[in-house]
């Protein structure tokens, strides 16, 4: 019924019962009304049946006293029978709207009665009695008629108003029947209207109510019921509308999100390009000054290289020459005496030392000066694809022969976690190498220092080493349980010539190397992550698709 407004279902529903109860009311007034007639008739007959028994009465005084009257002649009993006979004329005229024909009959034959007795008088009173009697049994045969048809009036009478009862109770029954059965169906009428009216109403609400939950839970392509003219089909329409509006907010939402999100995807790529030209810009003025140092560094390095080979060789020579000097002097200085002995002896030791810590710090300098024209060369090799985590364990393997070469007592705990999927990459090897050589070579120093100072019997030297592939591009760590660096020196640690060893231990050009071949070769970066007396982290990228810097691209 969705044609049909809620208000006009719930007036025909009223309208419709009134109906149905003025009509179970009107059939059950119509037979309450005819069994009342049936009453009323029954009553009717039951007077007709008294006045019947009352004519009966009165006739029989009406038979006697005119029969008294012919005999005797009186003029007492002749009253007494005129009065009789209006009683019984009274009496016949109530029952004659029921049985007119039984009253003419019974009025013919007293009328006939009344004149016997007046002839049968007449004849007593001229002394003919035979002719009275025989008057007189023709009087009694009119009376035995009378009486008849007075019984028969009753009788009949009666017999109606028993039919008539019948009838009345019959009525009264069918009406009992027809009001239970009328109230009965009535029930069942109103109860099944009202629950298809209901129905009507409560089904399409429900229907809304689940809707609306549904929208309210944010299931914005929720079933709503089709909109039509009642009031429901209005709040179908209106909660349609509703919807649409959210689906429309929300539409507008994500396009404001996705708006913002380019926006800031926009921003992300000028910062990132902003980065980028920053770090190109700082590595090309870093270039550049690694560039006027190589080459003031070569300048230097050539020009220290020259004196350092004189002092270096010519310490050597005079370390022979004093050894020859010794053998020579060797009987002259027996024949001494024990003071010049041991003065000459003393002198000698003095002078072989002294050329000893000259050949020493020769041969260190001679290193710094070598490093610094490996530096000042810069950084080449032949770029080609290779196995890293082959790269890797090469290089791990020589750096520890090589520390064991150095001290016997040398011992440390390699982990390796290298990614199996890793695959091929394309890079320079040999100067891959030297990177993972200084990087295992510092945390091979780092461990060991700290197992020295620390003395602890628990305390076990670890370096681990791991590879994970990122996608486009790969990552090896080198993690030691070493001293640590300080936080204050961690930004130092890629420039020239910086060292945290001791002096006459590191020439400071090691992470040097390594940061431009990682950065400037490879177009990778690497970072340091620290905690003093915990451990160092060194982590190196590599892209698997390099592209020139800016300072390469323009040489």
């Given at each position: 019924?969705?044609?049909?407004?809620?208000?006009?279902?719930?007036?025909?529903?009223?309208?419709?019962?009134?109906?149905?109860?003025?009509?179970?009311?009107?059939?059950?007034?119509?037979?309450?009304?005819?069994?009342?007639?049936?009453?009323?008739?029954?009553?009717?007959?039951?007077?007709?049946v008294k006045n019947a028994n009352s004519a009966s009465k009165h006739f029989g005084d009406l038979k006697y006293?005119?029969?008294?009257?012919?005999?005797?002649?009186?003029?007492?009993?002749?009253?007494?029978?005129?009065?009789?006979?209006?009683?019984?004329?009274?009496?016949?005229?109530?029952?004659?709207?029921v049985d007119p024909a039984g009253v003419a009959a019974i009025g013919g034959e007293v009328d006939t009665l009344s004149e016997l007795a007046r002839k049968a008088a007449e004849a007593y009173s001229s002394d003919d009695s035979a002719g009275g009697n025989a008057l007189m049994q023709q009087a009694q045969i009119r009376i035995l008629n009378v009486d008849r048809e007075i019984e028969q009036i009753v009788d009949r009478s009666e017999q109606h108003a028993l039919a008539r009862r019948d009838a009345s109770m019959r009525q009264a029954e069918t009406a009992v029947n027809v009001s239970v059965a009328g109230g009965i169906i009535t029930l069942v009428v109103a109860l099944s209207l009202t629950a298809l009216i209901v129905r009507s109403i409560n089904a399409p609400l429900r229907r809304i109510e689940h809707s609306m939950a549904a929208i309210t839970r944010g299931e914005l392509d929720a079933t709503i019921p089709p909109p039509g003219r009642d009031e429901i089909g209005a709040m179908a329409s209106t909660l349609g509308m509703l919807r649409d509006s959210l689906i429309e907010r929300d539409r507008l939402e994500r396009e404001r999100r996705r708006a913002e999100a380019e926006i800031r995807a926009a921003r992300d790529t000028a910062q990132a390009a902003l980065r980028e030209l920053k770090a190109a810009q700082a590595n090309l003025i870093q270039a550049e000054k690694m560039a006027s140092l190589g080459q003031l560094t070569a300048g230097i390095a050539h020009e220290i290289k020259n004196p350092l080979n004189f002092v270096n060789n010519f310490a050597a020579l005079s370390t022979e020459l004093l050894d020859e000097l010794k053998q020579t002097t060797g009987p002259a200085l027996v024949a001494l005496d024990s003071d010049g002995r041991a003065e000459a002896e003393e002198v000698i030791a003095m002078l072989t030392g002294n050329l000893q810590k000259i050949i020493e710090h020769g041969k260190r300098a001679d290193n710094i000066v070598k490093s610094m024209l490996e530096h000042s060369r810069g950084v080449t090799g032949e770029r080609r694809e290779v196995d890293l985590n082959a790269l890797v364990e090469e290089a791990l393997n020589l750096a520890y022969h090589g520390a064991r070469a150095h001290d016997q007592n040398f011992n440390i705990t390699l982990e390796r976690k290298l990614d199996a999927d890793l695959g091929r990459i394309e890079l320079a090897p040999q100067e891959m190498t030297r990177v993972f050589l200084n990087l295992f070579g510092n945390g091979f120093y780092a461990a060991s220092k700290r197992a020295?100072?620390?003395?602890?019997?628990?305390?076990?030297?670890?370096?681990?080493?791991?590879?994970?592939?990122?996608?486009?591009?790969?990552?090896?760590?080198?993690r030691d349980n070493g001293t640590g660096i300080p936080p204050e020196v961690r930004d130092k640690l890629f420039q020239p010539f910086f060292t945290t060893k001791p002096t006459g231990e590191g020439t400071g050009l090691g992470l040097s190397i390594s940061y431009d071949i990682v950065t400037q070769q490879h177009g990778g970066n690497i970072e340091v992550d620290s905690q003093v007396g915990e451990f160092t982290e060194f982590t190196v990228r590599l892209p698997r698709a390099y592209r020139p810097t800016a300072v390469e691209a323009a040489s």
């Amino acid at each position: 019924m969705p044609f049909v407004s809620i208000r006009s279902r719930l007036i025909f529903l009223a309208v419709l019962l009134l109906a149905i109860l003025a009509v179970a009311s009107a059939l059950l007034i119509g037979q309450l009304m005819r069994a009342s007639d049936d009453l009323a008739e029954e009553a009717k007959l039951v007077s007709i049946v008294k006045n019947a028994n009352s004519a009966s009465k009165h006739f029989g005084d009406l038979k006697y006293w005119i029969t008294d009257s012919a005999k005797t002649l009186f003029f007492r009993s002749q009253q007494n029978a005129d009065a009789a006979k209006a009683r019984l004329d009274v009496d016949l005229k109530a029952i004659a709207s029921v049985d007119p024909a039984g009253v003419a009959a019974i009025g013919g034959e007293v009328d006939t009665l009344s004149e016997l007795a007046r002839k049968a008088a007449e004849a007593y009173s001229s002394d003919d009695s035979a002719g009275g009697n025989a008057l007189m049994q023709q009087a009694q045969i009119r009376i035995l008629n009378v009486d008849r048809e007075i019984e028969q009036i009753v009788d009949r009478s009666e017999q109606h108003a028993l039919a008539r009862r019948d009838a009345s109770m019959r009525q009264a029954e069918t009406a009992v029947n027809v009001s239970v059965a009328g109230g009965i169906i009535t029930l069942v009428v109103a109860l099944s209207l009202t629950a298809l009216i209901v129905r009507s109403i409560n089904a399409p609400l429900r229907r809304i109510e689940h809707s609306m939950a549904a929208i309210t839970r944010g299931e914005l392509d929720a079933t709503i019921p089709p909109p039509g003219r009642d009031e429901i089909g209005a709040m179908a329409s209106t909660l349609g509308m509703l919807r649409d509006s959210l689906i429309e907010r929300d539409r507008l939402e994500r396009e404001r999100r996705r708006a913002e999100a380019e926006i800031r995807a926009a921003r992300d790529t000028a910062q990132a390009a902003l980065r980028e030209l920053k770090a190109a810009q700082a590595n090309l003025i870093q270039a550049e000054k690694m560039a006027s140092l190589g080459q003031l560094t070569a300048g230097i390095a050539h020009e220290i290289k020259n004196p350092l080979n004189f002092v270096n060789n010519f310490a050597a020579l005079s370390t022979e020459l004093l050894d020859e000097l010794k053998q020579t002097t060797g009987p002259a200085l027996v024949a001494l005496d024990s003071d010049g002995r041991a003065e000459a002896e003393e002198v000698i030791a003095m002078l072989t030392g002294n050329l000893q810590k000259i050949i020493e710090h020769g041969k260190r300098a001679d290193n710094i000066v070598k490093s610094m024209l490996e530096h000042s060369r810069g950084v080449t090799g032949e770029r080609r694809e290779v196995d890293l985590n082959a790269l890797v364990e090469e290089a791990l393997n020589l750096a520890y022969h090589g520390a064991r070469a150095h001290d016997q007592n040398f011992n440390i705990t390699l982990e390796r976690k290298l990614d199996a999927d890793l695959g091929r990459i394309e890079l320079a090897p040999q100067e891959m190498t030297r990177v993972f050589l200084n990087l295992f070579g510092n945390g091979f120093y780092a461990a060991s220092k700290r197992a020295r100072e620390n003395g602890e019997a628990s305390f076990r030297p670890t370096l681990t080493v791991s590879t994970r592939d990122l996608g486009q591009a790969v990552e090896v760590r080198v993690r030691d349980n070493g001293t640590g660096i300080p936080p204050e020196v961690r930004d130092k640690l890629f420039q020239p010539f910086f060292t945290t060893k001791p002096t006459g231990e590191g020439t400071g050009l090691g992470l040097s190397i390594s940061y431009d071949i990682v950065t400037q070769q490879h177009g990778g970066n690497i970072e340091v992550d620290s905690q003093v007396g915990e451990f160092t982290e060194f982590t190196v990228r590599l892209p698997r698709a390099y592209r020139p810097t800016a300072v390469e691209a323009a040489s």
